[in-house]
């Protein structure tokens, strides 16, 4: 079996500035780490193939510098890294970042099963995983919190969507994206560092993919998304008040036109 997880590499979000004119991350200014949920992906398929025999295959569009995350991948039990990274890909929004990785898993060949995160921690729309299905037009399931059946054609997965869990079972190849339930991420075993110190990341660029999309599908030209303005919230200061013993008459009566004010009390 051949599996593939997508992983993204994701800025430390306490710190990271935002560039407010062009409506992006600025991702310069923090340091980078995987995305939480793709630890959860990778584990998932790492999992499988202790089980089975299969390969898994780490998947990351990104800068250069994403070569890190996909041997700490390989350091966490995967079998090898692919980098998809190309100055043209920059601004692609979800549609354009998921059809080059559809690409991408195109152009490495036969695979059975596409794992992604739930979501991101710094996009944070969930829609690439169920995008990059459509594209390589696949049936996918979301939100996985547990794999409870598995054979050569198919599997069965519990599907958490909004208060109900969902018993599908969905016919290889498929994607599935998962949720930090499904398992704990292990950490990387030093046998793996070193295989990961040693190993070749491929790269694939856009003319590496020019058989399944060109530079009007890609970056802002195929971003159909337009970021119009960027604005932080202002998040106010709780505001307390202290009573003492003597005036509780006062706090009763603060309190009593504080819950009509919110329409907690009516009278
Ligand atoms: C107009 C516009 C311009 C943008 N320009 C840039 C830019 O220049 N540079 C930039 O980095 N971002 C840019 N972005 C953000 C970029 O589109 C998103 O980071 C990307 O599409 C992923 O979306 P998300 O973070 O919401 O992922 P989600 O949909 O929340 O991610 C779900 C899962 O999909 C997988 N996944 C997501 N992204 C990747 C990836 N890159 N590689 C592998 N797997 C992945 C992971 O498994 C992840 O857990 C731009 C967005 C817009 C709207």
């Given at each position: 079996m051949d599996i593939i997880v997508l992983v993204k590499q994701v800025p430390d979000m306490e710190k990271v500035k935002f560039d407010r004119e062009k409506g992006?991350?600025?991702?310069?200014s923090a340091s980078a780490e995987i995305n939480p949920f793709d630890l959860n992906a990778l584990e998932t398929a790492v999992q499988i193939a202790e089980n089975i025999d299969a390969r898994v295959t780490a998947v990351s569009m990104g800068p250069p510098n994403t070569e890190s995350a996909l041997k700490e991948c390989i350091a966490r039990g995967a079998h090898e890294g692919v980098l998809v990274s190309d100055?043209?890909?920059?601004?692609?929004d979800t549609k354009a970042t998921s059809k080059i990785l559809a690409s991408a898993i195109k152009k490495l060949g036969a695979y059975d099963l596409v794992i992604a995160g739930?979501?991101?921690?710094?996009?944070?729309?969930?829609q690439v995983g169920p995008e990059v299905a459509e594209f390589l037009n696949i049936p996918h399931a979301s939100?996985?919190?547990?794999?409870?059946e598995m054979n050569k054609d198919s599997m069965e997965v519990h599907s958490e969507i909004w208060e109900g869990t969902y018993l599908k079972s969905i016919k290889f190849p498929c994607l599935i994206t998962v949720t930090k339930d499904i398992n704990h991420p292990r950490l990387p075993s030093f046998k793996n560092k070193m295989k990961a110190r040693k190993a070749e990341i491929k790269i694939l660029k856009l003319e590496d993919l020019e058989e399944f999309l060109?530079?009007?599908?890609?970056?802002f030209k195929g971003s159909p998304t337009k970021v119009k303005k960027i604005e932080i919230p202002q998040i106010e200061k709780r505001q307390g008040k202290i009573y003492r013993e003597s005036d509780t008459v006062e706090a009763e009566n603060e309190l009593i036109n504080i819950f009509k004010k919110i329409k907690v009390l009516e009278v």
């Open positions: 992006v991350v600025d991702r310069t100055r043209k890909f920059g601004g692609s739930e979501k991101t921690v710094d996009g944070d729309t969930g939100y996985v919190s547990k794999i409870t060109n530079e009007d599908n890609v970056g």
